[in-house]
């Protein structure tokens, strides 16, 4: 059995996916399988794809039947694995040479240990990297909940390795085609038995302009994404302490977003704000308020208060008076 597979989901990653395989290919650690999926690019990426096959044997090609987002190219990849572990690099990121063979060094310290985390180093536009975060207070290894608890509001990265048998019955979620896969981490840390940090480095490239980083109508589907992850966590018998913080999460990714459209309202057409309105009213309902943290559920500012239709209107108000602040200035 191969030690590691490694999915890359590829759309039009044709600037950057010779660096990100060449990455993979000079591993020191060579038992791998490199499982590409190519996501109905429209640029070079298959050719690039079929020379690297053609050299090494350890890659592998797929392609999805219609261009569907990384959750789907992923679980498509993760159907063919054949690895212990199983990780995912993105077509425009790559790793440190020694990386999975620190991987494996670690796996190999104890039979309990189904999650492994990468360091990660964020990489950005002008080629200036940096820790993903310097958290001294997260141990070397945790259990499984604490992982999920700390990875909830990204104090852990979700960029880590998997038992492929685990991954295998918590795939990608698929809910969205942007924000959704990021729940998948946090569920395969919360079935983990134990979760180690690793110094195995992942470099992870920054796009200002991604999707992820875009203030447009699109980010409403991060509630979408968001409600996901709140019931998978519900099913999956998170403990009380893991679902408040979730709750408060949720919430303050919703108040930004909420905020964000109505900055935006000036652009949006009367149908379209209507839609947008209807879209919050619906994250707003499905949310348990109940479980959000005293201090955040009773702020006259921050809160939710008594029901939708103050809460927007309290929002509303906001907006206006920031509004006119910034015409006065």
């Not at 009367?270 to 994250?283: D, H, P």
């Not at 949310?287 to 929002?315: A, H, T, V, Y």
Request: with cysteine.
């Amino acid at each position: 059995m191969t030690r590691f597979s490694i999915l890359v989901a590829c759309y039009n990653a044709e600037p950057y996916l010779r660096q990100t395989l060449d990455s993979l290919l000079s591993q020191t650690l060579t038992d791998i399988e490199v499982i590409c999926i190519d996501d109905c690019s429209t640029d070079s990426t298959p050719q690039i794809l079929n020379e690297y096959a053609a050299k090494d044997r350890r890659v592998k090609m797929l392609k999805t039947s219609e261009n569907s987002g990384q959750a789907v190219a992923r679980n498509l990849g993760l159907r063919h694995a054949t690895g212990v572990l199983t990780t995912m690099v993105d077509a425009d990121d790559w790793l440190a040479p020694d990386a999975l063979e620190k991987m494996w060094q670690t796996f190999s310290t104890r039979e309990d240990i189904d999650s492994l985390a990468f360091r990660l180093q964020m990489v950005e536009e002008r080629g200036i990297t940096h820790p993903f975060k310097e958290d001294e207070t997260i141990p070397p290894l945790m259990t499984g909940e604490e992982a999920c608890l700390l990875a909830i509001n990204w104090r852990l990265h979700g960029f880590a390795a998997v038992r492929t048998e685990l991954h295998r019955r918590y795939p990608y979620d698929e809910t969205t085609r942007v924000y959704s896969d990021d729940n998948t981490s946090r569920i395969h840390y919360l079935k983990s038995r134990f979760v180690a940090q690793t110094d195995a480095d992942y470099f992870y490239r920054q796009h200002p302009a991604s999707v992820t980083h875009q203030r447009d109508t699109k980010r409403l589907d991060f509630l979408r994404a968001n409600d996901s992850l709140r019931q998978t966590l519900e099913s999956e018998g998170a403990n009380d302490q893991i679902l408040q913080t979730c709750e408060d999460y949720c919430w303050r990714i919703f108040l930004g977003i909420c905020k964000d459209m109505l900055n935006q309202r000036g652009k949006m057409t009367e149908n379209e704000w209507k839609t947008t309105e209807k879209r919050l009213q619906e994250a707003y309902d499905n949310m348990q308020l109940k479980r959000l943290d005293p201090k955040l559920r009773k702020s006259l500012r921050i809160g939710p208060l008594f029901g939708f239709g103050s809460f927007i209107m309290r929002e509303k108000f906001i907006a206006s008076l920031k509004k006119h602040k910034t015409t006065d200035a």
